[in-house]
């Protein structure tokens, strides 16, 4: 069974992986899903595991998680709530946890026992609750706002004749930063320091106690400096008697890290959206069918065995068979393929299908959570969960070389206020100060999204949309890529490939003409490729006259006094037009091409037919053929029938590929393969191929595809073209590599500086590093980074395939 709780005190991706850790060792727990942005676990189990056995679990960080009962049911009321309408003069708010029974407040605000946001009980139509991103965005702008100026009036020291200090002297300036980085430092991005607090009280140091500790230490150094200049010695002083202040480094090292944040909270927004995007393919009303009567019900109050009338145009809103019609059912949305299928009584419809050209009747038999549709939602929403995180190198390398800083900045105290000469203290001070601030996190905090930053924009400049640094770190290591067939390798349009005379007097011009005259009033997307392919031959169609299209088997009328049909098999059997055996060996043919065949008869008899298919993208053999010859795998996943998948996969030249299969299917396969060990990445563009994208290790959209498979990926190729995917690899590879350089740069500054800071050299030659000369080379080093990064866009992703 499966259950889903509520984690509070998350905040970065390393607290996700603990928790996982943690509830996954649990007894009993098969398996952890949990969900940084949505502050959620879903566990697998095996049996009904008592609360406080995973609290017990939790508090392996004491008092850091707490997890709390299933929020997915309290989410789901507040949702009803919003429907409903808003009674006059009533805005109640509550916890969705139920911290304290039915207890309401009469203002919005955090709950006084778990600290969750408060929810309303009835909502106006105004906006509602504001999510993270929306926050994180507000905040950056106010940090940008107010750290801008306090670096420019710090740079301004570097221009000759300062035009400021024509205004005010620079210990003016100095209160001027000190007022302005406040907003910064205690609204905007306070929550930095709350985190490195807590990193440091349960000992699990990640970047947010170099953040702390860095522009902590830099801020109120710089606050020190400011209120007691007469404590430090000359050299650390300017020409005006004002010790050098360093409100420029917290602030922008504050404000660089918050951007990040704002990044990631729009990637986790981004694959929030799918889902949404999901649900707004279910209809919300049905029409229910009862002794005869037609009466329009919500979906939920369906119930298997109703009786339900889809007229055309309607979605289908559950899961059933047809019990009476023959309608044309567009399933784009779960298969892929692009052709309307024709159904009969008995045939099996599935929610959120469109039906395409007549009314029926229907019997439902799954509803609810039990539909097809259902099923894709929750499985991208689980694939969502389970993928892992990236583990941010900057982060490892933050476990050994915190401590080691720290380490070092006390024993230069403690050296120094013993050893050192008179001032001893203040001495022990500075340089203590000037160890932390050479070890500023602003070039390794730079390190990472630098050269995701650049190499994002590079992919964009190129049609290859990369949403995350995820993305880019995963798809260096991936060695197996997993296709879609139509839509993918293939245009996803039906066109007409050949028109075959079997009659003589007959020629291709003239059947064509006969074809698009026949099928000018239907609206069938096959009537629609011989219509463009008429019109590419600038041919005409004539007038048609008694035009009927009969469902699953193709359209008839009269056209210039003749009885025409165009359309299959048992088409040709009503009309009474027998297939010639050698027409019909000609046929199979293409058909084992995965080839569509339309046959035309006059006045009941066959006068040649049209081969329609769908083929394969400009560039699709040499992409494939590129990644091949890199060492990557190639398989196909197609929901198309055998003998076309088996023709699409000899011509590309891939051994491997599976026929017939559902989004489930797909779904089930990525994930066999990722259980084998193998690095899966996954393209495709229908809303079909969303669960199967999004449980890969990363999901490759085509821009021509739908919305859904676009959210669901990580990656998006805008023209669709496969050769994107060759330019995403190369672009991976280059990243990765630009980081590792990157990280070498910023700590080669530390490795050599911090000693110095220390005072090794003073014994010897005298020489001290005062703390302005340490932000100095911690600058030095950021602008190596920076520099390093914009190399990226001068990769050459673009060689010749």
């Known amino acids: 069974m499966k259950k889903q709780y509520h984690i509070s005190g998350m905040s970065c991706m390393g607290c996700q992986h603990h928790v996982t850790q943690a509830l996954g060792g649990v007894d009993g727990v098969r398996e952890a899903l949990v969900d940084l942005q949505e502050g959620t676990a879903l566990l697998e189990l095996e049996r009904d595991i008592p609360i406080g056995r995973l609290q017990e679990a939790l508090d392996v960080h004491p008092g850091r998680y707490q997890i709390h009962p299933d929020r997915e049911q309290a989410h789901m009321a507040v949702e009803t709530a919003k429907t409903a309408p808003m009674p006059e003069g009533e805005a109640e708010w509550y916890c969705p946890m139920h911290c304290e029974g039915e207890k309401t407040y009469p203002k919005p605000g955090d709950c006084p026992v778990c600290g969750m946001d408060l929810v309303p009980q009835a909502v106006s139509a105004a906006p509602g609750e504001e999510d993270s991103y929306v926050r994180l965005l507000r905040k950056f702008w106010i940090a940008l706002g107010f750290t801008l100026p306090v670096f420019a ?250 401590p080691a800083v720290v380490g070092v900045a006390m024993l230069t105290f403690l050296v120094w ?121 600038g041919i005409s169609p004539r007038d048609v006259d008694g035009f009927e299209a009969i469902g699953g088997k193709g359209v008839v009328g009269q056209v210039e006094g003749a009885s025409l049909a165009l359309g299959n098999p048992k088409l040709m059997q009503m009309v009474e037009a027998p297939l010639p055996e050698e027409v019909e060996r000609e046929a199979l043919a293409f058909q084992k091409e995965g080839k569509t065949i339309s046959y035309l008869s006059r006045n009941q008899e066959v006068i040649g037919y049209l081969v329609i298919g769908d083929v394969l993208k400009e560039g699709t053999r040499e992409a494939i053929s590129a990644l091949q010859g890199e060492g990557m795998e190639v398989f196909m996943f197609t929901g198309d029938q055998e003998e076309t998948a088996r023709h699409i996969a000899d011509a590309l030249g891939l051994s491997h590929y599976r026929a017939g299969l559902l989004p489930e299917d797909k779904y089930r396969e990525i994930a066999r393969l990722q259980e084998a060990g193998r690095k899966v990445a996954m393209a495709g563009d229908g809303i079909n191929d969303a669960p199967a994208l999004a449980q890969s290790d990363v999901g490759i959209a085509m821009g021509t595809g739908t919305d859904v498979a676009m959210e669901s990926a990580a990656i998006t190729l805008v023209e669709g073209d496969l050769r994107g995917i060759v330019k995403a690899r190369r672009l991976s590879r280059a990243v990765m590599r630009n980081i590792r350089q990157n990280l070498f740069f910023a700590l080669i500054y530390n490795t050599l500086g911090v000693p110095v800071a220390a005072g090794v050299l003073f014994p010897f030659f005298g020489i001290l590093l005062s703390p302005m000369l340490a932000a100095l080379a911690m600058s030095f080093s950021s602008v190596s980074v920076i520099a390093n990064a914009l190399r990226l866009k001068n990769s050459n992703i673009n060689k010749p395939i």
């Open 153 to 402: 009036i710090a740079m301004s020291e570097m221009i000759p004749r300062n035009p400021l200090y024509r205004l005010m002297g620079q210990e003016g300036w100095n209160w001027v930063q000190l007022l302005l980085s406040l907003p910064v430092v205690f609204y905007a991005c306070w929550m930095f320091f709350e985190r490195a607090y807590r990193s440091l009280k349960t000992w699990n140091l990640n970047m947010f106690t170099l953040i702390g500790i860095g522009a902590g230490v830099a801020w109120v150094f710089s606050v020190f400096a400011l209120l007691f200049p007469g404590w430090f010695p000359p050299q650390f002083k300017a020409e005006s008697g004002t010790v050098h202040v360093y409100f420029e480094a917290a602030t922008v090292i504050l404000t660089l890290v918050l951007l990040g944040q704002v990044l990631e909270a729009r990637a986790h927004r981004k694959t929030q959206a799918a889902v949404r995007e999901l649900l707004r393919l279910a209809p919300n009303r049905a029409v229910k069918v009862v002794d005869g009567v037609e009466q329009e019900v919500s979906v939920e109050e369906i119930q298997p065995g109703d009786i339900l009338r889809v007229k055309p145009g309607e979605k289908i809103p559950v899961d059933g068979r047809i019990t009476r019609g023959t309608p044309a059912i567009d399933e784009s949305m779960i298969t892929g393929e692009p052709i309307p299928a024709e159904k009969s009584e008995g045939d099996a419809v599935r929610s959120g299908t469109l039906n395409t050209n007549q009314s029926f009747l229907m019997e439902a038999e799954k509803v609810g959570s039990e539909t097809l549709l259902a099923r894709i939602i929750e499985m991208v929403r689980q694939a969502s969960r389970s993928r892992a995180p990236i583990q941010n190198l900057a982060d490892r390398i933050s476990r050994y070389f915190v």
């Open 417 to 537: 206020s013993v050893w050192g000469p008179e001032p001893a203290y203040v001495y022990a001070l500075v340089n203590a100060i000037a160890v932390l601030i050479i070890a500023c996190p602003c070039a390794l905090g730079l390190a990472t999204p630098m050269s995701v930053m650049v190499g994002v924009g590079k992919g964009a400049q190129n049609g290859v949309l990369i949403r995350n640094a995820e993305a880019l770190e995963k798809m260096a290591a991936i060695d197996l890529l997993v296709v879609d067939k139509t839509g993918t390798l293939t245009r996803g349009k039906p066109s007409v490939e050949h028109v075959v005379s079997t009659c003589p007097g007959i020629g291709e011009e003239e059947l064509t003409r006969l074809a698009c005259s026949l099928n000018q009033p239907s609206e069938h997307p096959l009537a629609l490729a011989v219509m463009d392919f008429a019109r590419d031959k």
